[in-house]
């Protein structure tokens, strides 16, 4: 009777511990487009700024918003506009380098924490994703554009909110000047 309740129990805590896992990544993931969520992505930019803060170097935050998104549900249907969030999200994962931190911030709106990155190389990666998503073809809506707004940390100045205040700011000014561009805020 001690094997089979010693093995019971064995069970019981493996089993458990895949349950915390997997519970774990439903938390801090977007089930739709497997990118984190915004509490987790704000989590790590927190992380990000000590480290940066105590540790020096930089790092910034790239706003992507999927242009006209509301046309792509209304004329194809929130089926295929899941399927261009779900595709798109595999371009941003296809494009960013390892140490890239990439999420859905909320709706067509995503993030990107580019670390160790400074402002012009972050506007690089910016522009290759921008050519990227522009050139590609969506099965379920064609052709669509993105704008991308970039904010590189202020050591003395930022904290989170601040960062992600002036990258939605210039996203704002990439939307207001033409949309399918990309705009800084220092």
Request: aromatic fraction near 8%.
């Amino acid at each position: 009777m001690p094997l089979i309740a010693g093995i019971l129990f064995g069970y019981l805590l493996a089993k458990n511990k895949l349950l915390s896992k997997h519970l774990k990544i439903l938390a801090d993931t977007d089930l739709l487009t497997g990118l984190l969520n915004r509490s987790m992505f704000i989590h790590l930019l927190k992380t990000e700024i000590l480290k940066t803060s105590r540790y020096g170097g930089t790092f910034s935050v790239i706003f992507i918003d999927i242009d006209h998104f509301k046309s792509v549900n209304d004329q194809h249907g929130h089926q295929a506009g899941d399927k261009v969030l779900s595709d798109f999200s595999q371009l941003i994962m296809e494009h960013n380098r390892i140490s890239d931190i990439s999420a859905r911030y909320g709706g067509e709106e995503f993030v990107i924490l580019s670390t160790s990155s400074d402002i012009e190389a972050t506007t690089k990666h910016a522009e290759r994703l921008r050519t990227a998503v522009a050139n590609h073809h969506f099965e379920t809506a064609g052709h669509i554009t993105c704008s991308f707004g970039i904010a590189e940390f202020k050591k003395d100045e930022d904290n989170y909110e601040t960062l992600l205040k002036r990258a939605d700011e210039a996203l704002y000014d990439a939307k207001q000047n033409g949309r399918n561009r990309i705009e800084v805020r220092n």
